[in-house]
């Protein structure tokens, strides 16, 4: 039902275009490889890279993906799902509910879509009266504070004369703005919370007041400046009101259209049973009732909706019940209206054939296909795992180094006041100098002998990978809190692999999922070698420009 609410308030041009690629790209799709009788095109290219994280072009990271690589994804992706209908998984209920949920729910947008197009947006003529309306401006400062006696206390300073700005800057928990002296900026008078709007009331610039209580705590509040202004003054407001009454008119044709709906299939609503439905009720025996309740609610083209499915539709937005919230009522109402709209909409979407849309039916049949392959894979990966003790055994044996802890070290070092005291300093130390002896001498040495090297120290502190550790290794220049250190690995502790009976979980975890690679490339090599797999002439510069055009590393479209 969101998808409904944000139709309502805006319009929904263009959400079905980041499903999936547009017709315009479908109509020239270019063939790249062919595996038996069926193909992979620049369409499930483009699905896959949308699939991918974008590389921003230029940091330091920057890696494009390989065009070789992306091919033979795009080749194993099809032979999946070619697996997954020959053994029928397409008929699997989970998957016909999912591709079936995904296309009346895209045809219900796509009809509300086209709803929202006969909105005319209105003309300044006719928003004359909004662009003249005079507002009142206020320009408040404020502190707040975590208790009503602290905001009553500095009250009390400003009266005998203290300065806003800095108890403001002393003590307002608004870190953001107390360096400002409160200053929240302008504002309309009546976009301010109703206890604002009270507390500012009959304020001359100047003065203030409190303490007055919010969510975040409790405010003294100082009206800085006021102004009067007219909502269209400048091109930024009046394009807000315009974009304020275009959606406006959307929401109003909406919900004329579904009124239109429920007149049209004859819907019936029994209000007077929902109203008696009483969901903030903290009684088990009436939950129990609205659980379990077969009452009908409402009468649907093909469709009666019950007092249990609402109370289902309920829970599931609210996990923790309603039970005992004021608002109980309100919430039940707004729950089953949405449901009715949402319902009456997915049905004429459908009646009216905005499911079989091209966009619709790519994305219907990208999500099948992807069903398919993680059926199949599940299926690769649901064999027994039982490895023997004498498997385990020669696993752990064969990677004792990742059941090895990293080794502590000692280290001799000193810290010295810049770069360049360090870089000689570890010159010298390389050329065969005595750390003490040179700490003791050498020029910019600020600190002869550390703390941080008295005693052992992880590898990490020293900004070593476990596999760099090596004793007589030199180290620097590093950045520390003194200035930079230089230091000379004197010692590594010996370490021995934990013991199997320590770490057999982990050990069989990385079999498992060892094994689980090997068996989807032992499956997908299986497959590759059953199907006839042609590769299209030109599909690898293809697929390369495409890339280059998804990274943005290129202006010049690819099938252009």
Known sequence: MKAVLAA???????????ASPGSEVRSRAHVLARIDADSVTTVELLQLLGSLPRPTPGSPDFDLPDADKVLRRLIQNRLLEQEGYRIGAQDDPTVKNQVWELSRHRAMLALLDSVAAEAKAPQDDELSSAFDRVSVMNRVSHILVDSEDLATALLDSLDAGASFEELAGRHSLDSARADAGGDLGWAREDLYVPEFRSALEGLTPGEYAGPVSSEQGWHVLRLTETRTETAGQSDAMRDQLREAATRERVRNRVRDYVEELKQKHGVVLHDSLVASLDYGSEDPAVMKQLRESDAVVAELPGRRLTVRELTRRILFEHFHGIQGKPEAAAIRDKA????????????????????RQ????????QLEREAMREIVIKMILDRPFEPTDEEVESFYREHREAFTPAPRVRAMGAYLEDAESARRFREKVEAGADVDWLA??????????????????????????????RAGSVLGPVPVENGWAV???????????????????????????ERSQEGISAAIRRLEEQADIRVESGARDETTMWIDEWAGVSTTPASQ
Do not use: Q, Y
């Not at 091209?358 to 049949?365: H, K, N, R």
């Not at 008295?454 to 020293?462: N, R």
């Open 487 to 513: 230091a000379r690995i004197a010692a590594v502790e010996p370490v021995e692999p934990r013991p199997l009976a320590e770490c057999r979980e982990r050990v069989l975890s990385m079999m498992k999922n």
């Open 336 to 355: 089953f209206d949405e449901w009715v709209t949402e319902l009456l909409l997915r049905h004429e979407a459908a009646a009216l054939g905005f499911d």
């Open 8 to 18: 309502l308030a805006l319009l929904v041009g263009g959400a079905l275009a980041a």
């Open 358 to 365: 091209p966009t619709i039916v790519a994305a219907a049949d």
């Open 440 to 469: 003791a001498r050498a020029e910019g040495v600020v600190d002869p002998t550390p703390a941080a090297f008295a005693g052992w120290m992880s590898p990490e502190a020293l900004g070593l990978e476990h596999g760099d550790v």
